[in-house]
């Protein structure tokens, strides 16, 4: 055209230098993509999040995304403060290495891993958490999972497994949260109810400012999951003790901003989706999902 840099240099230094000068441009906007951390869910392993990374890499050429294979499928119902340590050892070396920080995808159970490392890690940089279908105010229902593990048991007797010492070993029972018995949730959890703040702890206001570091959180969930019970679970809703759906927003957690969660809210940080059709095992194959409330944060 009439305003080509090339009507204005000699024809060789515009071959050499116009390649050049579209290389340089390339590589600086890969360059502005921060790295993506995964962490996957109970019984899941890296081999899960072949599509997603995919996802990523395409929309996001040049992204680094680290899937790390830690914890993985039986060994995921390793009790959830030893797997928070274990994550923690794996993922902080990335974060230091990423002057611009870095955003974390985490998946079901992988979601409260995640909001452990938040809350511990006094220096965290992750500047966008993905919650993506994790069951963020526990979990009770009688799903697939919980029948192959205790096919014994109902959901309404699994209290009896989980509120106790060895119960808590056991990741599962570290958010199982049963709604006629809350008493002995708040007493027995190891790990929801602290990371809740439901029950008081010295560490509450500390975990509290950690958590608050993110610049963004994005909760993803869908009435089709057919695992997370409630599925509004992932949007930090939950059960009352006759079984009604309380919203996020009527929540104690949320009303009395225990962690941070009305705080991300009111300045504007918080982001929630919910798709229709997703089953639990499809959240992070599903494009649409991705497209739809993914992408877009991963800058």
Not at 51 to 66: A, Y
Not at 199 to 209: D, F, I, M
Not at 229 to 257: A, C, I, R
Not at 261 to 281: E, P, Q, S, W
């Amino acid at each position: 055209g009439s305003d080509s840099p090339c009507q204005r240099f000699p024809r060789c230094w515009c071959r050499i230098l116009w390649p050049l000068l579209g290389a340089y441009l390339a590589c600086a906007a890969v360059v502005g993509y921060k790295p993506v951390i995964i962490v996957h869910g109970l019984f899941d392993s890296s081999r899960t999040f072949g599509k997603l990374s995919t996802f990523i890499r395409q929309s996001h050429p040049g992204t680094e995304v680290f899937v790390f294979d830690v914890f993985d499928n039986g060994a995921s119902l390793t009790s959830m403060w030893k797997q928070v340590e274990g994550f923690k050892n794996i993922t902080y070396p990335v974060m230091q290495n990423a002057t611009d920080g870095v955003h974390f995808i985490c998946f079901s159970q992988g979601g409260l891993i995640c909001r452990g490392l938040l809350s511990i890690i006094p220096d965290h940089n992750v500047h966008t958490f993905i919650s993506l279908a994790a069951p963020q105010a526990g979990q009770y229902g009688d799903t697939e999972y919980l029948r192959h593990f205790f096919p014994h048991f109902i959901k309404s007797k699994l209290y009896i497994v989980c509120y106790n010492t060895v119960g808590q070993e056991l990741s599962i029972c570290n958010y199982w949260n049963d709604p006629h018995h809350r008493d002995q949730y708040l007493k027995n959890s190891k790990y929801l109810a602290l990371l809740n703040s439901e029950r008081p702890h010295l560490n509450t206001s500390v975990w509290k400012a950690n958590f608050l570091r993110i610049n963004k959180l994005v909760l993803i969930g869908g009435p089709d999951d057919g695992v997370i019970t409630p599925w509004q679970s992932s949007h930090f809703g939950f059960y009352n003790e006759k079984e009604n759906t309380v919203e996020m927003e009527e929540e104690d957690l949320y009303v009395k901003d225990l962690f941070g969660l009305k705080t991300l809210n009111t300045r504007g940080d918080l982001v929630i989706c919910a798709f229709n059709g997703v089953h639990h095992t499809e959240w992070h194959s599903n494009e649409t999902v991705y497209r739809g409330c993914i992408e877009k944060w991963l800058t």
